[in-house]
């Protein structure tokens, strides 16, 4: 990491949060948890307070919540924990013949219960392991369910703008043809091809997304072609902002080939694109290659991303930025993190304020490059 920014990789440890207020049973717990979750690292806390400050400054992946905490009402700290991660699955730990305080804690949200003195590193590992799946399927259909208000959203608003443009010039263009000069009739008809051009894009990319195909047919791929070719399909734009692309040598990866085209190139747009430097600079370089995965860094000299927006960047229709300031979709970061996916890899970023930005892709790597591949490497584009 030349530049001094930090790599945040994430952590692929479980985090758990056991919350009890009875030493021993928290040692128990803690210790059973350790097994049931291997790799996982768990914290404890002696009350719903704490447990709840805990889990809003650090997040956590499953909470283990002792129901019947000293002076503490368990359907509130229940609802506390739940207002804080909505998607964090609570257990519940209840004692012997406590059946129907269990079942009135699940109607309120809590994932699953387990009766103390019962639990074992299985039942544990069991209930665990359904919990975040159940809380891993509420989180999809979420998003999902957001990434469609947001599409309507921008399709009734983002595109109710161009629309409107067009009637306007349209009719001025009408009110003008028998009267005004033909220069005035062409330059309306002009400023109506280019809203109707915003408008066909902007449905061209929110298709592209939504009809994103799965990825398939996943050969060896050499990304130094893949990234000569995203430069290569840039090169216009790249030059009209006198923008550069470098790159080092890339390792071959095992992926589809298009769909990492288009990834490596929305990287590379929004490199140029977020920059206010006299040399918009993209450099693409290898950061680790093991005989399994190869991680990526596209880096820019560019403006930089607010420390809080790193991971919302990556949702559909994100966009931190208006139209004004910078144009665009805000589904360019959302198709690469589809396609990282896609491959079974990942993608993530780092960034300093006005200095630039660091984005990480990592994807499994191929043991060769293929036969028929070959391009020049330390590539400057633009
Ligand atoms: P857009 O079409 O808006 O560029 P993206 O999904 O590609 O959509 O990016 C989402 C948002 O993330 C952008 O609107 C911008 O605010 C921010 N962003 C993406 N890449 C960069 C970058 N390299 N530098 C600074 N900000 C970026």
């Known amino acids: ?36 979750a291997a790799p996982a690292h768990v914290y404890t806390a002696t009350n719903g307070w704490e447990g709840a400050a805990w889990l809003e400054a650090h997040g956590a992946d ?36 406590s059946e129907r305080t269990a079942v009135s804690s699940m109607m309120s949200g809590a994932a699953d219960y387990l009766v103390k003195g019962e639990i074992t590193e299985g039942t544990l590992r069991e209930a665990i392991g359904k919990a975040r799946a159940k ?23 983002d595109l109710r ?33 280019a809203a109707t051009r915003a408008a066909v894009e902007l449905l061209d990319t929110l298709s592209a997304y939504a009809l994103l195909e799965e990825t398939v047919g996943l050969t060896p791929v050499d990304l130094d072609v893949v990234v000569a070719q995203a430069s290569d399909n840039l090169s216009a734009y790249i030059t009209e ?66 420390t809080d927006s790193l991971d919302a960047i990556f949702a559909p229709l994100k966009r931190l930025w208006g139209p004004v300031d910078y144009e665009g979709s805000g589904l360019g970061l959302a198709i690469c ?25 990592m994807l499994p790597a191929a043991k060769e490059r293929p036969q028929d591949a070959s391009v020049a490497t330390d590539t400057v584009a633009g």
């Open 161 to 193: 703008a161009p629309l409107r443009q067009i009637g306007g010039f349209a009719s001025l263009a009408l009110r003008d043809y028998d009267t005004a000069e033909g220069g005035r009739v062409k330059d309306l008809l002009e400023q109506q091809m």
């Open 241 to 306: 902002r006198a923008g550069e692309v470098h790159t080092g040598q890339l390792p071959p990866v095992v992926g589809n080939q298009v769909q990492l085209v288009q990834l490596f190139q929305n990287l590379i747009q929004n490199g140029i694109k977020y920059n206010k430097s006299d040399r918009p600079t993209v450099t693409i370089e290898t950061v680790t290659r093991s005989d399994r995965q190869a991680t990526i860094v596209v880096s820019d000299n560019g403006i930089g991303i607010p």
């Open 1 to 36: 990491m030349s530049n001094g920014l930090t790599m945040r990789e994430p952590d692929q440890a479980t985090q758990i949060l056991v919350i009890d207020d009875n030493p021993e049973d928290r040692e128990l717990l803690e210790r059973l948890a350790h097994a049931a």
């Open 135 to 157: 809380a891993a399927e509420r989180r999809k259909a979420a998003e999902q369910d957001d990434t469609q208000k947001r599409f309507l959203k921008t399709l009734t608003h």
């Open 337 to 361: 993190k589809k396609i990282a996916a896609g491959h079974g890899g990942r993608i993530w970023c780092t960034s300093i304020k006005s200095k630039g930005s660091r984005f990480f892709v």
């Open 62 to 97: 499953c909470v283990l919540l002792d129901f019947q905490l000293d002076g503490e009402d368990g359907l509130a700290v229940l609802g506390d924990l739940g207002q804080i991660e909505p998607f964090c699955p609570v257990i519940i730990m209840t004692g012997h013949g």
